[in-house]
T-cell receptor
Framework: DVKVTQSSRYLVKRTGEKVFLECVQD?????MFWYRQDPGLGLRLIYF???????EKGDIPEGYSVSREKKERFSLILESASTNQTSMYLC?????????????FGAGTRLSVL | QQQVKQSPQSLIVQKGGISIINCAYE??????FPWYQQFPGKGPALLIA?????SEKKEGRFTISFNKSAKQFSLHIMDSQPGDSATYFC???????????FGSGTKLNVKP
């Protein structure tokens, strides 16, 4: 089974703090994604990466950055957290081989910025 | 601008009833349409998917109906069960393309 693990289920941070959300996948997938999930807005893509050290902006990249130094790990960084970044963050991965169109999701990190 | 529009936002169905969730899109480059199911506290997981070369795909109690000319597709859950209570997301993407466009989600509650 594919496993996508997000390091924290819940996080509480203060406005202005630098926040790191970590995601690890164990299936040697090439592609990794960060989404945020908000009620009534569905899943919105923040950034994705199709290879180590490569990244592409999604639909809502403002206020976020990412890092992919190893194939299995994709980090989302909030340089200076703001209250409007309070949300559920979901990481996903997919393969360029075989079932290319299936994204596998982690359980999510619920971030509260106070 | 949302690329995939999903309705309703929430749905209550009695056990044994039919649940229907609808999605619409505009981009004719889309040719892969998955549905994801998300239980509370879990990430979304692929439920069923369709490509536009067929008008319907069925897997157990779950059926996708696809209308290419109307650019609409829907999920039907037959004989709905309380265990089907979850949030459902439709999505669309060009086939073999990395980026998915998700709908806004439908929270389904199946009453016993």
């Amino acid at each position: 089974d594919v496993k996508v693990t997000q390091s924290s289920r819940y996080l509480v941070k203060r406005t202005g703090e630098k926040v790191f959300l970590e995601c690890v996948q164990d299936m040697d997938h090439e592609n990794m994604f960060w989404y945020r999930q908000d009620p009534g807005l569905g899943l919105r893509l923040i950034y994705f990466s199709y290879d180590v050290k490569m990244k592409e902006k999604g639909d809502i990249p403002e206020g976020y950055s990412v890092s992919r130094e190893k194939k299995e790990r994709f980090s989302l960084i909030l340089e200076s957290a703001s209250t409007n970044q309070t949300s559920m963050y979901l990481c996903a991965s997919s393969s360029d081989r075989g079932a290319k169109n299936i994204q596998y999701f982690g359980a999510g990190t619920r971030l509260s910025v106070l | 601008q949302q690329q995939v529009k999903q309705s309703p936002q929430s749905l209550i169905v009695q056990k044994g009833g039919i649940s229907i969730i609808n999605c619409a899109y505009e981009n004719t480059a889309f040719d892969y349409f998955p549905w994801y199911q998300q239980f509370p506290g879990k990430g979304p997981a692929l439920l069923i998917a369709i490509r536009p070369d067929v008008s319907e795909k069925k897997e157990g109690r779950f059926t996708i109906s696809f209308n290419k000319s109307a650019k609409q597709f829907s999920l039907h859950i037959m004989d709905s069960q309380p265990g089907d209570s979850a949030t459902y997301f439709c999505a669309a993407t060009p086939y073999n393309f990395n980026k998915f466009y998700f709908g806004s989600g439908t929270k389904l509650n199946v009453k016993p």
